[in-house]
């Protein structure tokens, strides 16, 4: 008698690469129906962004053509998991089910409940690692608890873990070709593009989506980029970081494929970077995996400060000055540039994204809530851990976080590391014709200089939004409320 089919479930993990789930469901010998849910309805759940639904609808239809490559194609549904998942058991006769672990609360709480509806109905259900290094459990203090510091964290994370070198993808998927389920959707019926306006439009012109694009991303930054990595990362006007996060976040690469790439390709010479180069980089993968131990010990992290005592900080509601910061009009050209190259991009740069959020937080102190939440609908990159880690770390409320007497000056942090103002030039194209001593504060260009520049203050673009010095001294007074209190 043939073996029935098992499924296998893809959510974060939208390759076919190094996919152990996959591996070890064709290891099975049954056929095998690949699955993807567009899930908005189980409890808890948190609607993907806008930029993000874009980069989903792209990542779906790359995976389906690979899979169609290989003698199969993606099944995609809408709903609530749980009963996505068991009506396709019961309509394929399935036995089986696999995925790639994820760590949210509110996922783990369904992936649970499916494996226990399949233990008591006798189905096979297995999970694997797709997604991280280290998964969060496994890092702990010497006392068995969760690591609230970065360094002793990856210091633990590398001493005591291998990270598994990546499987290669399979020849083929062995499908069934049994009817499809009722509850199949085509990809366009998931609505997931945006239209009327298609403010996404210019995406496509900066990201090739999906697995073969992110393996080509990875290779052209290890051959040119990563060189540099260790002291440029630091600079918006330069290409010495990956572009991997959006990737990442959605498996299109692993970052066990990353890490051993890069390794890889430093020993055959193929990438011309430097030890130093290559830990830093190795470092800030680290971040990522840390912001995970992060989430999955505290569920609340995109809701709730880490530090209790931030309950109580005095934050202003100030909506005029929120959309000022979200278009990019805050007068402080930094701030101003990086806003919008993640509307036009859908991704910013990692200094700028801490200037930014210290200036939204800081001089304009506004929750950090309200720019994470921006960042989620806006980052073609917004994760769930990542985000929400990095935005409390910035407030300063979150684990290991940067001090709250932290203020950066957006004037010396554009002059520091945008220093002819190319990146401000691109992304702030009014300002284009100051001269570089003028760039990042043209409210001090005397008045010919501004007139040189085609430029009227106040109305081709705007008069700072507020005075860096009373700006810091609010924030400081405000934080120091708090840590008095
Ligand atoms: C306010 C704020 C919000 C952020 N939101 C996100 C987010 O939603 N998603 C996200 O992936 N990153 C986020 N980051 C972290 C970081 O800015 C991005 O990961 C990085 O800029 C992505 O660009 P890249 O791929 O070129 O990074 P690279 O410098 O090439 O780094 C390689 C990879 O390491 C990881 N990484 C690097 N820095 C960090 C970091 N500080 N924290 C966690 N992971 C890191 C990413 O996966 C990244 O792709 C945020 C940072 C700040 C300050």
């Not at 049954?30 to 806008?50: A, H, K, L, N, T």
């Amino acid at each position: 008698m043939s073996k029935g089919p098992v499924l296998v479930w893809f959510r974060d993990d939208l390759r076919l690469s190094d996919h152990p789930a996959l591996v070890a469901a064709l290891a099975s010998d049954c056929p095998v129906i690949p699955v993807y849910i567009f899930d908005e309805q189980s409890p808890g759940f948190r609607s993907m962004g806008g930029a993000s639904r874009w980069w989903l609808h792209y990542a779906l239809d790359s995976l389906d053509q690979s899979l169609r490559d290989k003698g199969s194609r993606l099944r995609i549904l809408r709903g609530a998991a749980m009963p996505c998942i068991t009506d396709l058991i019961k309509h394929y006769q399935a036995q089986g089910v696999y995925w790639s672990r994820r760590y949210g609360a509110a996922e783990m709480a369904v992936d649970a409940s499916i494996k226990a509806w399949c233990k008591d109905n006798s189905i096979a259900c297995e999970s694997f690692n797709g997604s991280l290094l280290v998964e969060p459990w496994m890092v702990t203090t010497q006392a068995g608890q969760p690591m609230k510091v970065f360094t002793p964290f990856w210091k633990s994370a590398r001493a005591n873990n291998t990270f598994a070198q990546p499987l290669p993808a399979p020849q083929n998927v062995t499908s069934t070709n049994g009817p499809a389920s009722p509850h199949e959707l085509a990809l366009a019926d998931l609505n997931l593009l945006p239209t009327n306006p298609d403010w996404a439009k210019g995406f496509s012109s900066f990201w090739s989506v999906g697995e073969a694009g992110a393996q080509q991303r990875l290779l052209d930054f290890l051959s040119d980029g990563l060189k540099g990595y260790g002291e440029d990362r630091n600079r918006p006007d330069r290409n010495n970081v990956s572009r991997l996060a959006p990737y990442l976040r959605f498996g299109n690469i692993s970052p066990r494929q990353v890490w051993h790439v890069a390794i890889n390709r430093m020993e055959t010479g193929e990438c011309p970077a430097s030890e130093r180069d290559l830990t830093v980089f190795q470092s800030e993968l680290g971040w990522r995996e840390f912001s995970y131990h992060l989430l999955f010990h505290n569920p609340s992290l995109a809701t709730k400060n880490y530090q209790a005592r931030f309950d109580a900080f005095p934050w202003r509601q100030d909506q005029a000055a929120l959309v000022a910061w979200q278009k990019g009009r805050t007068g402080y050209p930094i701030v101003d540039a990086g806003m919008r190259q993640l509307w036009q991009t859908g991704w910013m740069h990692n200094r700028v994204r801490m200037v930014v959020a210290s200036f939204l937080i800081k001089h304009l102190l506004t929750d950090w809530r309200d720019g994470e939440a921006w960042f989620w609908d806006t980052l073609l990159d917004a994760d769930p851990a990542s985000n929400a880690a990095s935005w409390q770390w910035v407030a300063g409320s979150g684990a290991d976080a940067a001090p709250y007497f932290r203020i950066f000056n957006p004037v010396l942090q554009g002059e520091r590391f945008d220093p002819k103002g190319d990146y401000i030039r691109q992304f702030v194209p009014e300002l284009a014709r100051l001269p570089k001593e003028f760039i990042n504060k043209p409210w001090t260009a005397p008045e010919w200089v501004l007139r040189d520049a085609v430029i009227t203050l106040g109305t081709d673009y705007p008069h700072p939004l507020i005075d860096h010095k009373i700006g810091r001294d609010r924030a400081l007074a405000a934080f120091s409320a708090i840590n008095n209190a």
